[in-house]
């Protein structure tokens, strides 16, 4: 199990390591990328931090044993730019018909009873409580999709 650790600001009297494991059976491994080593980030509440990432990670996942098929072969990356966070996988994207709804209830992308459509919609109400936002970027990828959510942590700083 491979894990990556960078600081985070929980609050503003105290600091805390995030860890992202990846154990061999998830078809991802996870890259996270600072501008300044040992760089911190204030994120709000760490309860639902946690839960914005575990979300996050959890569709990329989905999408990418959907789309990629194999194991090992998908990435999770997470940049750190302060007051941002960037996170993105290689996996095929954001489908054009969902860009402009992705974050509202009960919109999801997957097939059947496999999604509720409530993951990114709470994302976006975590976020929201802490005064921070979720966004896509108009970056798109090779696939000419979307694909890179950007969290933006400014109000948690007030």
Known sequence: MTFYRFRVRLSNHSTG???MAEPDPLPFSAVLQS??????????NPGRFTQVLDNLTTNSEYWIEHS????????????IRDPE??????????????????FELFVSGKDGN??????LFITRQLLLRDN???SLDSER?????????IIN???AKK
């Open 141 to 149: 990828n090779e696939h000419n999709r979307l694909y890179r959510f």
């Open 35 to 44: 501008e300044q080593a040992g760089q911190l980030l204030r994120v709000g």
């Open 68 to 79: 990629l098929g194999q194991k090992g072969q998908g990435k999770i990356h997470v940049e």
């Open 153 to 155: 942590f400014s109000g």
């Open 85 to 102: 966070l960037v996170f993105y996988d290689n996996g095929l994207g954001i489908r054009p018909d969902l860009e402009e709804s992705l």
């Open 17 to 19: 390591n995030l860890e």
């Open 114 to 119: 496999e999604g509720s459509g409530l993951g």
């Open 132 to 134: 921070c936002s979720i």
